[in-house]
């Protein structure tokens, strides 16, 4: 089945430490994006991706890092510098850039740093 | 970008219809509107998406202003797997699709 996996489903750490969010497309999408959840809010863009070896940061990057060395693959790193890193992160794709078209999202990581 | 502006809540009769209100009022002439919806702890799912002229699909219609300031999504026959939160969006590009709170629409049995 074609889709948007994300490992794992919760995550928990430390204070300080760095963590890695997977995100994984088999739809041979071209566009992949990060978003940050807050509970009872909307979803919030990190960063975004348009094709390999490329990504432009969004509204809240500071504290996070990407890459995008292969097109199904668009890790997320939650580092230490990020002040509230506690969210649901979700990861989506799209097929085409532009004003139109619909966005696949996976089925999110809930992070817990304590 | 323009911003988007929704009632925070909606409840609404299993099978009957249900009409979700967006208003945009600074939307461009080149911006889509867009409709997607989210269960808890999942990730938002497309409902639907239009420019201009009126659209529909298997899921639900979507009704476009004329002036183009407001859109309203239509659900014809409502299910209890319908309720959710409904985010609409006004400035949608491969870089800019961010919701607000949404609507969330509670479906009495």
């Known amino acids: 089945d074609g889709g948007i996996t994300q490992s794992p489903k919760y995550l928990f750490r430390k204070e300080g430490q760095n963590v890695t969010l997977s995100c994984e497309q088999n739809l041979n999408h071209d566009a992949m994006y990060w978003y940050r959840q807050d509970p009872g809010q909307g979803l919030r863009l990190i960063y975004y991706?348009?094709?390999?070896?490329?990504?432009q940061k969004g509204d809240i990057a500071e504290g996070y890092s990407v890459s995008r060395e292969k097109k199904e693959s668009f890790p997320l790193t939650v580092t230490s510098a990020q002040k509230n890193p506690t969210a649901f992160y979700l990861c989506?794709?799209?097929?085409?850039?532009?004003?139109?078209?619909?966005?696949?999202f996976g089925p999110g990581t809930r992070l817990t740093v304590t | 970008d323009a911003k988007t502006t929704q009632p925070n809540s909606m409840e609404s009769n299993e099978e009957e219809p249900v009409h979700l209100p967006c208003n945009h009022s600074?939307?461009?002439?080149?911006?889509?509107i867009h409709w997607y919806r989210q269960l808890p702890s999942q990730g938002p799912e497309y409902v639907i998406h239009g420019l201009t002229s009126n659209v529909n699909n298997r899921m639900a219609s979507l009704a476009i202003a004329e002036d183009r300031k407001s859109s309203t999504l239509i659900l014809h026959r409502a299910t209890l797997r319908d309720a959710a939160v409904y985010y609409c969006n006004a400035n949608f590009g491969y870089e800019k699709l961010t919701f607000g709170t949404g609507t969330r629409l509670t479906i009495i049995p």
């Open positions: 989506a794709s799209s097929p085409r850039t532009g004003k139109q078209g619909e966005q696949y």
């Open positions: 600074t939307i461009s002439g080149t911006d889509y």
């Open positions: 991706s348009q094709i390999v070896n490329d990504f």
